[in-house]
């Protein structure tokens, strides 16, 4: 492999970085697919963020301007490509680069890709700081209005590799017009129906869109509700994901799944009809704690006590008062703990601010849980 010449065009690319007023430090293999590829300095004023990637976090940038002023030094170079010459996108290591930018370096230490269409195979490998939903949803849906005009002939499923999951797609809609949307609640029951298209990306973007409008819509129905549920004094960050999970058509039980239009038109209708009437406080924290997120492939169970978790029901059900439960024989006594010193004293009832002692419920008074 060293005996090899670089490729005509690594030796372009690499005159075009000399001429940029960059510098060339090798030519090389990489050594899975032994495609040709340049490790460089390049001006630092001529690298840019790729346009179809996430925005910048504020705090990883600190965060890691720090780590870089504290180590005196720069060890790990970002990954480049050159759309055009004079210009050098960064789809994998823009907060590096923008630490750079902050502590104004000349030079940029880069491994500069040689084929420009490789932009969108390297977003997937950006693990510099783990995507949370929103930037995963804005970064695919940028992808494809740039693919949708670069390549309008290839399908949603041309490049299921770059999307990683169709509801990214989706979802990368509604964080477009709405940055605070509530992708969360959602994502698991469009995880289980939103699905490649086989349609060409300039028509499937109008499918998008259409799907979008229908989420949309079903959470204008969940806000509503969670409006009337607030009027009752009910107010917890659990409670859009408790109720999809009360009102979403998909069960466990399901073989096949509706479409997706049929699956957001009846929640929608379900919403609608909700009776906020039987919505507890204390069902929504349950469901905080021991469910699984709403419209997971748990969704219809989310909400309801597992049975590994029998125990710590009961002492919710009895305000932690394990001497409610049924197994009196060789049950140790209950003792209360005091608010004040924190001595405890016997009590067949114990207030709300009582803590259940993790021997409560053992089968015998010198074997604790």
Excluded at 103 to 112: E, G, R, S, Y
Excluded at 115 to 140: R, T
Excluded at 229 to 257: D, S
Aim: glycine residues 6%; aromatic residues 8%.
């Amino acid at each position: 492999m060293a005996d090899r010449e670089p490729s005509r065009e690594a030796k372009e690319l690499a005159a075009q970085v000399e001429r940029d007023g960059g510098r060339v430090l090798a030519l090389y293999q990489e050594p899975v697919g032994e495609h040709w590829q340049i490790f460089g300095l390049l001006p630092r004023e001529k690298c840019e963020a790729s346009p179809y990637q996430r925005d910048l976090s504020p705090t990883h940038v600190k965060r890691l301007t720090e780590s870089i002023k504290r180590l005196d030094r720069f060890v790990d170079p970002i990954v480049v490509i050159s759309p055009r010459p004079g210009v050098y996108w960064t789809p994998n290591g823009n907060h590096r680069r923008t630490v750079l930018d902050k502590l104004k370096a000349d030079f940029v230490p880069a491994i500069l890709v040689v084929e420009p269409q490789m932009v969108f195979e390297v977003l997937p490998l950006n693990v510099e700081k783990a995507h949370n939903l929103k930037e995963k949803s804005l970064e695919v849906i940028r992808m494809y209005r740039a693919l949708a005009k670069e390549e309008p002939a290839t399908t949603e499923e041309s490049w299921t590799f770059q999307f990683e999951s169709a509801h990214f797609i989706t979802l990368g809609l509604l964080y477009e017009e709405n940055k605070r949307f509530a992708g969360g609640a959602f994502a698991p029951i469009l995880r289980r129906v939103d699905k490649f298209s086989k349609q060409t990306l300039s028509k499937g973007l109008e499918t998008r869109t259409e799907r979008a409008e229908l989420v949309r819509e079903t959470d204008t129905a969940l806000a509503a509700v969670v409006a009337k549920i607030k009027k009752r004094g009910i107010n917890h960050p659990y409670v859009k994901n408790f109720l999809l999970a009360r009102t979403t058509p998909l069960t466990r039980a399901r073989k096949t799944l509706p479409s997706f239009d049929q699956t957001f038109k009846k929640l929608r209708e379900n919403l609608e009809e909700f009776d906020v009437a039987k919505v507890r406080y204390d069902d929504i924290q349950r469901s905080s704690i021991m469910g699984a997120p709403a419209g997971t492939d748990r969704a219809g169970t989310a909400g309801r006590p597992r049975r590994r978790h029998h125990r710590r029901d009961r002492r919710a059900r009895t305000g932690g008062d394990a001497c409610a439960s049924s197994r009196t024989a060789r049950v140790s006594p209950c003792r209360t703990p005091s608010r004040r010193s924190g001595i405890g004293s016997p009590s067949g009832s114990p207030p709300p601010t009582a803590i259940a002692w993790p021997w409560r419920l053992s089968t015998s008074p010198i074997s604790p849980r």
